[in-house]
């Protein structure tokens, strides 16, 4: 880069934020960071100096190391901040040296930094430098500049390409930035303009390199090299077909396609979003985060995705036309189930010492899950991690804790093992492929030795012993045949032989060849010479008699090529005299023709009856010396041996074996020839006489009867042909009473001894075929014609391991199932087709009618119009609907109007706002916010007017009028109480409004109002059926109604219909819409659903009075009542959910009710006309399941018996009377109530109210009139017993099946709940006044007949010392049939104690080296000697460790 405007205007990139000076005759070292680029013309090439900058602050430095201190060198100072925010950048350290002359080394050095993935948006680096210069001009030219990757020379330097026509290159920078990649498939990166060699572990310097598998440092064990190709015939008549589905991490994939046909690519990701790339040029393509590199050649097609892939990829060939085409590829697949340890498991015993082992899981790395270890099995790289095993739970047993589901049988449990059976016999006898099988399980030895099998996961922790071994692989005898001799005549026909051996593998003639398969030995042969006929014709057997037996004898003594017993030469008889026996040699020989030698075979090579080796000889008789003719004794001797009767006989040898293992079999007595003289048995059993052998003897054997044994059915067919299916049979236990019985009876599994056969198995346990799988047909799309059935048909695998995989459709055979068919035969009837007519008007308001032509679809499918009487059986549909056109000309536009509404709005509770509508009437509880509604038409809302008591209504502090025509009044009062009209056009609708306790009333109603006396009468009887969770903070009547219930109704009847239909459970948050109702509840009070324990709301002394007569207090005040009184109401207010269940008592005892002492439905108590028997301690409590509270107030009742006379009131014990003035002239006098006209559900209560005057022993009737100076006149009617009726139902009993209680005995539960009459749940508390059924009750049950059973104390574990203890058995077990269950059911006695301490006697002199304890042997086999606990205990045993 020399000359021209580059120089004038060169560019250098510099960071704002910092500027470094190294004291160091090296140079300087400069950072420059990212994203904060400057730019300054006509920069020099020299370093940075800036002589103003001070010297780095020696606090920032560390200590200096040992090897600083031998040198000239400062401490290594503060590493710089990171040269990048992200992708990989640099920081620095720098240090002084103390002596610019002598110091050696380097004073600066790096380490990486920011090492996270940029975002995506970002771009590359080097890219982002190079644009840098796009503002300034190169030979006079504006260029985009593009970077220049990969330079083999100067990796570091910025050379940069210009876009477009000419394609210059540039060097742009002698140095990039530091952080930036020196190549593009690197992590190497450019540190002052050199490139500094990184590892995958992102240090400098590391050689560190990842894997196939992308593992840093790894062994490729993670992944699995996937390499094969694909070749298809186009004459399949397919366009397109899939090559390969590469899984979602795959790595260096790399596909070549030969040939004329296109790759495409798909994806889909895990979340199932697909996706699919189309190579149309050659390019870097992106997919799912995933670069692809596709070079499109003549002749050819290369694929490369570095990877990893961050979706399924699935390859896809388009043909085309001409040759087929042949596609290869390779990729490293990841292993997505691996091998993950888990945690160790539960010690195997509370205390005393025992083990522990961890164990492998297999684990899917894409979905996070535990899988079945099949999954895992299934890549052979996949090695299962050994199980690991430690002690645990070391410390000793508490003597007195008796109660451990696991004992401690010794400090030295001993650890489970390995058992295994013999081998079974091998499977094949030679030949190779023999296989030996045995059982191996895992067992526990318990202290009394008795072992036991137990899970495998506790033998893990020691390799698993071979089940399976290759047995008699050496091969199978064989036979080999020799050469044929000559032919056995010199002319015509003859016979020729060769000898046949059976070889075994050790090279020796033996036996064990199938005789079936043996080569024949002999055969026919021609000699093509022509015989003559001999001399002598004549047959053997017409010569003379010598010449025969010459001939024999001959015979005998020849050797023929033909197998044969050939005997030798009789040896002299054994004696010279008498009757002896001579022997001979008898073999079986064959004459080798080819060799002229003659060969010893076996005997069973020879056929016939092999030749007798001994027989009998007679010479002269032998005479005594003394010439007598007797027989020596000798010669006698020699004759019962030579007579076979005499030298041998029969004997019995034993008997066979049981023809039966058990229930009684048959044995067989042995029958030997016996040589009398050696007393061993004959090999030939010719020796004794046949016709003298002894009968057969029988006996009785194995006569006890057999116990119970498995017995298994024949194997089912394989329910699956592939892809794992399963095989059963039938597995009984089955014991046969005796011998002589067929009968076979099945027992309990429990009878028969363990291991059971398996009933089941797998079977097929290989992939399948991918198939076409249909699913069930959907509903048909119509009842008649063109109906339609539809169903999805996917292509599937059912892979070994049971699982299903879904394919591509191109993976199944070509013809699919059908996907829809035809549902409907019978046609369509007809049936009515409408249509709206045109507007009856042409401007304006009009109306169309619904027209209705009557259609049959033919059997083309096609709809034809017919007849009307032909849908003559469905009714013809007709109706009007209004329509709306433009307007008329001398169209009059309707003026506005007001939709007013009918409601009595009466407030119940306090709320914080209450919406009002015009043509209503109002009563609400002052301090409430109000919004008054004005809903109209043909007007807008602007321009509606408001008027309160016939005037503007003006805008207070309180009191506005909005932009819609909406009237707000904030915390409402007395002053804006009244008459509000609303004005809309000519339109006009009022709305009352009245305050609770104010006896102001609107001015435009001058009749006496027929609603008010009904309302003041409601909201005196509001507290009776007050529920503070459920009522309405407002009720709505509608006020036609009301009216009409009012002329038809008592005013009384009329509040108790009301008061009934209120909801009293607290619980229940239904709204109440009865068609007949005249509520509508507005603004429930919400309540929350979060679970508390009940609190009972404690309020300050405070008694209100509805009538001087009632008073009303809340519980947890003293009550003091000073003068009588009609009513007195102790209120108990609750908060908890679940709703809380009240309850009173007096005293502490539970209270009684009756007519005059009752509960209200809001859970208070009421007491009429209360006297000094009232008086007590009443206390409420609340409950509900998750706790309860209580809180009491004291009633006490003073002031004289006779009369009372407070604020001109005057009050009789006996006969209630309210009176005014001092002597009580004129009074009320009020007769105690009737009784309640109902029980429940609301009834009502009447007493006699009269006005009379005079002393109260001389009073006299006056009217009425008279007393209305004195004061208001006392109800004479109320409300009694609201509460709904109800009673307290049940459901029946359950199985009686709950954990034991007592011997025999166990639990059995109901539900109680309180039932309205009408068959309704309703609230508990609304029953609380009956006595409430049990819940629970004892009954008995065959299966608690349970008791402890205790085994015998087991040998004490030391003989001496502190340190010994002894066990025993303790089960929970059935007393008629002994079977033990679960421990818990015995709980209800004391379990006994299964171990105790043993031999507490001291171990003799102090310094005694001995064993105290039994185990001391596998103490030393574990090599424990090391742990003092145990070399203590074993300390002779441990000596020599």
């Not at 008279?1266 to 009694?1280: K, Y």
Request: proline share 7%.
């Amino acid at each position: 880069m020399k000359g021209g405007s580059w120089e004038a205007t060169g560019l250098v990139l510099l960071a704002v934020w910092a500027q470094v000076v190294v004291w160091a005759n090296h140079g300087d070292a400069v950072f420059i960071r990212e994203f904060t680029l400057i730019r300054r013309d006509n920069l020099s090439e020299a370093p940075l100096h800036d002589a103003s900058q001070k010297p780095e602050d020696s606090s920032s430095r560390t200590a200096r190391s040992e090897e600083d201190r031998d040198t000239l060198w400062d401490a290594w100072g503060s590493w710089s901040e990171c040269s990048r925010t992200c992708g990989g950048g640099a920081s620095y350290s720098l240090r002084r040296c103390l002596n610019s002359k002598t110091c050696e080394g380097q004073n600066i050095k790096y380490r990486t930094c920011s090492n996270v993935e940029c975002p995506a948006d970002m771009g590359d680096f080097r890219a982002q430098q190079c644009s840098a210069h796009a503002d300034v001009r190169y030979q006079g030219r504006y260029h985009d500049w593009l970077p220049l990757y990969n330079d083999p020379d100067n990796p570091c330097t910025l050379k940069c390409k210009a876009e477009g026509s000419s394609g210059v290159v540039v060097e742009l920078a002698p140095k990039v930035l530091d952080g930036t990649r020196c190549y593009t498939e690197s992590l190497d990166m450019c540190i002052s303009g050199a490139c500094q060699i990184v590892g995958c572990d992102h240090e400098l310097g590391s050689a560190a390199k990842e894997d196939n598998c992308g593992v840093c440092s790894g062994d490729g064990s993670s992944c699995r090299l996937v390499r094969g190709h694909y070749k298809y015939q186009h004459a399949s008549g397919k366009t397109e077909d899939t090559v390969v589905v590469i899984p979602y991490q795959s790595r260096h994939v790399r596909l070549v396609l030969k040939g004329p046909d296109h790759l495409y690519v798909g994806s889909k990701t895990l979340q199932g979003v697909k996706g699919q790339l189309v190579l149309n040029k050659s390019g870097q393509y992106h997919l799912e985060n995933t670069t692809l590199d596709y070079q499109k050649l003549a002749d050819k097609e290369v694929l490369r995705i570095p990877g990893p892939l961050w979706a399924d990829f699935t390859i896809q060939v388009q043909f085309g036309s001409g040759a087929d085409s042949v596609i290869q590829y390779i990729f490293y697949q990841p292993i997505i189930h691996r091998w993950r340890e888990t945690d160790f498991f539960p010690c195997s015993v509370t205390c005393g010492g025992g083990y522990q082992l961890t164990s492998a899981e297999c684990f899917d790395i894409r979905s996070g899950r535990v899988v079945v270890d099949q999954y895992c099995h299934y890549y052979p790289e996949n090695i299962k991690p050994k199980p690991k095993l430690e002690e645990c739970n070391m410390e000793p047993c508490l003597a007195n804790d008796g109660y451990k589901e696991i004992m401690p049988y010794d400090l030295y449990h001993p650890l489970p093992r390995w058992e295994s059976s013999p081998w079974t016999a091998c499977s094949t006898s030679c030949g190779g492929g023999g296989i030996q099988s045995r059982s191996v399980s895992c067992v526990e030895e318990d202290m009394q030795g008795t072992i036991t099998p137990t899970e495998e996961w506790k033998c893990l922790y020691a390799p698993k012993t071979a089940i399976l071994q290759p047995c008699n692989a050496f091969d199978c005898p064989t036979w080999l045949a020799q050469e044929w001799s000559p032919c056995t005549v010199t002319c015509g026909q003859g016979l020729r032989y060769r000898v046949v051996l059976c070889i075994d593998h050790r090279g020796l003639h033996a036996g064990g060849c199938n005789p079936t398969t043996k080569p024949h030995i002999k055969e026919e042969c021609l000699v093509t010479v022509p015989c003559y006929k001999a001399i002598d014709t004549l047959p053997v057997e017409a010569k003379p008699l010598w010449h025969k037996q010459a001939i024999e004898l001959e015979e005998e003594m020849v050797v023929t090529e033909e197998p044969n017993f050939i005997p030798a030469p009789w040896q002299p008889c054994s004696r010279t005299c008498g009757i002896g026996i001579r022997r001979r040699a008898v073999k079986c020989q064959v004459l080798l023709s080819f060799s002229q030698t003659v060969a010893e075979l076996p005997d069973d090579e020879c056929d016939g009856i092999k030749p007798p080796e001994s027989q009998p000889c007679n010479r002269t008789p032998c005479h005594k010396p003394n010439g007598g003719d007797d027989v020596d004794e000798e010669d006698m001797e020699m004759e019962e041996m030579v007579q076979g009767e005499e030298l041998y006989e029969w004997e019995y040898d034993g008997f066979t074996e049981c023809s039966e293992s058990c229930g009684g079999g048959v044995q067989e007595a042995v029958v030997i020839c016996l040589n009398k003289q050696t007393r061993e048995a004959a090999l030939n059993q010719s020796l004794c006489v046949s016709a003298r052998r002894p009968p057969p003897l029988l006996q009785d054997c194995k006569t006890q009867p057999c116990p119970p044994r498995w017995e298994t059915g024949q194997w089912s067919s394989c329910s699956a042909s592939c892809g794992v299916g399963l095989m059963s049979r039938t597995v009984a236990c089955t014991h046969q009473p005796s011998r002589d019985s067929n009968r076979t009876e099945v027992l309990r599994d429990d009878k028969c001894h363990d291991p059971k056969p398996r009933p089941a198995q797998a079977c097929n346990r290989f992939d399948c075929p991918p198939m076409w799988e249909a699913q069930n047909w959907g509903q048909c799309s119509g009842n008649c014609g063109d109906g339609l059935q539809r169903r999805l048909v996917l292509c599937k695998q059912r892979l070994a391991d049971g699982s299903i995989l879904e394919l591509p459709d191109t993976f199944c055979p070509i013809k699919s199932p059908a996907n829809q068919r035809a549902c409907t035969e019978q046609p369509c009837p007809p049936q009515w087709v409408t249509s709206w007519s045109q507007c009856s008007v042409t401007c304006g308001n009009g109306i169309q009618r619904l027209e209705a032509v009557c259609r049959k679809q033919g059997e083309d499918g096609r709809h034809q119009t017919i007849d009307s009487n032909n849908c003559a059986s469905e009714a013809r549909p007709t109706r009007v609907r209004p329509c709306s056109l433009r307007l008329c000309k001398n169209f009059l536009k309707p003026g506005p109007a007001i939709l007013a509404q009918r409601n009595v709005y009466i407030q119940w509770r306090k709320s914080k706002k209450v919406n009002l509508v015009v043509g209503s009437r109002a009563y609400l509880l002052p301090w409430t916010t109000v919004v008054l509604r004005c809903p109209t038409r043909h007007i807008r809302k602007g321009n509606i007017r408001w008027l309160k008591e016939g005037k503007p209504l003006l805008s207070l502090p309180h009191l506005s009028v909005t932009s819609v025509g909406l009237v707000k009044i904030q915390k409402v009062g007395v002053s804006d109480a009244g008459t509000y009209t609303c004005v809309a056009g000519q339109a006009q609708a009022h709305l009352v409004l009245q305050i609770i306790g104010n006896k102001q009333k609107g001015s435009i109603i001058e009749d006496i109002n027929p609603y008010d006396r009904f309302v003041e009468r409601l909201l005196q009887v509001k507290s009776a059926s007050e529920d503070d969770l459920s009522i309405p903070n407002v009720l709505i009547l509608n006020s036609q109604k009301l009216e009409d219930n009012l002329r038809g109704k008592q005013e009384e009847q009329l509040i108790a219909q009301l008061v009934s239909q209120l909801p009293h459970d607290k619980t229940n948050d239904s709204t109440l819409y009865h068609p007949e109702s005249l509520l509508v509840p507005l603004l429930r009070k919400p309540h929350s659903t979060r679970f508390r324990i009940p609190v009972i709301i404690q309020k300050p002394r405070k008694v209100g009075s509805v009538s001087s007569s009632e008073v009303v207090v809340h519980v947890g005040s003293p009550v003091l009542l000073g003068k009588p009184v009609s009513t007195l109401e102790i209120k108990c207010e609750t908060l908890g959910h679940p709703e809380p269940f009240l309850s009173w008592t007096k005293h502490g005892k539970q209270l009684h009710y009756n007519s005059r002492i009752n509960l209200l439905p809001t859970g208070s108590l009421m007491i009429q006309s209360p006297n000094q028997e009232d008086e007590g301690l009443y206390t409420c409590t609340a409950r509900n399941r998750l706790g309860s509270s209580s809180l009491s107030s004291w009633l006490q009742v003073t002031g004289s018996k006779g009369r009372n006379c407070v604020q001109g009131v005057c009050s009789d014990r006996s006969n209630e009377s309210l009176c005014s003035g001092q002597d009580c002239s004129l009074r009320w006098r009020v007769d105690t109530w009737e009784p309640c006209s109902a029980s429940c559900a609301g009834g009502s209560q009447t007493r006699r109210i009269r006005c009379v005057r005079g002393p109260e022993d001389g009073w006299k009737d006056v009217e009425g009139h008279h007393c209305l100076g004195v004061g208001r006149r006392p109800p004479d009617t109320r409300i009694c017993n609201i509460l709904p009726c109800a009673d307290w139902a049940t459901t029946a009993w359950g199985l009686c099946n709950s954990q034991c209680v007592g011997p025999g005995l166990a639990t059995q539960h109901r539900h109680v709940f309180c039932q309205g009459t009408n068959g309704t749940k309703v609230a508990n508390r609304l029953c609380s006044g009956l006595q409430r059924p049990s819940s629970t009750t004892n009954c008995s049950v065959e299966a608690c007949l349970l008791q402890w059973r205790v085994g015998p104390w087991t040998q004490c574990t030391a003989t001496c010392g502190r340190h010994g203890f002894q066990s025993r058995r303790v089960v929970c077990t059935h007393r008629a049939t002994g079977r033990p269950t679960r421990e818990h059911h015995c709980m209800w006695k004391p379990r006994p104690p299964s171990w105790q301490r043993c031999n507490l006697t001291s171990c003799g002199r102090a310094g005694e080296c001995r064993d105290s304890t039994r185990y001391c042997e596998k103490v030393r086999q574990l090599e424990l000697c090391t742990l003092p606990q145990f070399k203590s205990r074993c300390c002779h045993s441990c000596l020599n460790t």
